[in-house]
């Protein structure tokens, strides 16, 4: 199953409020239904963005009546969600294009979504290599956070699918993910994955998920990443930094995972990475029911910070990034897309 694909002249995309209840796939043909579908989150997870922002380009260069208005629209788009860069980067990197005609467009923006599907699986082994590398138990034990799985990317998932990977060579021991308040992805989506492959899993609290590390529940954390800094700082969901910290207090390695389309060497540090405030209804309320007295102020950060020197390694599909002896993505030689 692919989370998003172009087909009819329009976007097919898995409706993610939905699930884990009800599988769905929504049909969009009209840019301002896409930009919703973003920010309430039916599709999400930075690949599936980056895919979302070209197959978007895709439909504005089909309709548009001139190239301004079409620029207009990609701008539009482009900023419908602030942190993943791969959202803006699909977009501009379709927007290349658009002179050429809507069908060249297109062809970029397809182009991306192949990219992306032959990055997972060279993620899945590069991060797998590393795990054998840094694990010395037969099986793993692994704590992630959000979901990072096939339906935050075209196919097969970032950190999830270096699980999936992990999962399939026969030696995941057991998943842990964290539910991910508010919007419960690792609960409601990561779960779901897990469950559907046929993996061993426990799902935790956030809250307990930096205890459990200090218990020795895990042997490595994974997560994806919503945009790499160039000094290798990582903007990913709310609740990685709390994990990283108590990772490294347990001498727990911390992995994260991403294509390199999410490694933004324009942004020099965390600090200069725009968050992403989600507004209070996700924290007053959980699925629609209040948990908190009418009127209640908030603060929503979607996703936070680790700073690199809490990461261990940075794995893309191109390359192993040993963050703790040393490398920096500007040391590190691109090598091959891996297939096997
Ligand atoms: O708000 P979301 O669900 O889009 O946040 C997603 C994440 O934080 C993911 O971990 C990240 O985009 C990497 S997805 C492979």
Redesign the pocket.
């Known amino acids: 199953m692919r989370t998003i694909d172009w087909n009819d002249g329009g976007i097919d995309l898995v409706d993610q409020t939905l699930l884990p209840e009800t599988l769905e796939m929504r049909h969009v043909t009209e840019l301002d239904d896409l930009i919703r579908d973003i920010q309430r ?1 039916a599709v ?4 599936a ?1 980056g895919v979302a922002g070209a197959l978007g380009v895709a439909l504005i260069a089909a309709s548009a009546t001139d190239v301004e208005t079409a620029r207009v629209d990609a701008k539009r788009l482009r900023e419908a ?1 602030p942190t ?1 860069v791969n959202l803006s980067w699909g977009v501009d990197r379709a927007l290349k294009r658009l002179e050429e005609g809507p069908q060249a467009v297109l062809e970029e923006a397809l182009a991306i979504r192949d990219e992306d599907i032959l990055a997972c699986t060279s993620m899945g082994l590069y991060g797998a290599d590393l795990v054998r590398s840094l694990v010395s138990r037969d099986k793993a034990r692994v704590m992630t ?4 799985g096939g339906l ?2 075209v196919e097969r ?3 999830l699918g270096v699980i999936q990977t992990i999962f399939e060579q026969g030696w995941l021991k057991e998943a842990q993910p964290i539910e991910t308040r508010p ?1 419960l ?1 690792g609960a409601r989506l990561t779960a779901w994955e897990l469950q559907q492959m046929g993996a061993p899993f426990r799902l935790l609290v956030d809250s307990a998920g930096p205890f459990m590390l200090a218990r020795g529940s895990a042997d490595a954390v994974f ?4 945009r790499i800094a160039a000094n290798g700082d990582t903007a ?2 709310i609740g990685s930094f709390s994990l990283a910290l108590a990772a490294q207090r347990a001498g727990v390695p911390f992995i994260v995972v ?1 294509p390199e389309s999410t490694v933004d060497m324009a942004t020099a540090s965390g600090d200069d990475i725009e968050i992403e405030d989600r507004g209070s209804a996700e924290v007053v309320a959980i699925q629609g029911v209040r948990t908190a007295p009418e009127g209640t102020d908030t603060i929503n950060p ?2 936070d910070v680790t700073p690199h020197d809490l990461i261990t390694a940075i794995v893309t599909d191109r390359r192993v990034i040993n963050i703790a002896h040393g490398e920096t993505l500007a040391s590190v030689d691109y090598g091959p897309t891996r297939t096997s």
């Open positions: 989150l999400r997870g930075a690949p963005l969600r993943a956070v959000c979901n990072t935050a990317t998932g970032t950190a919007l992805q997560i994806g990443a919503d990913n969901k991403a979607a996703f």
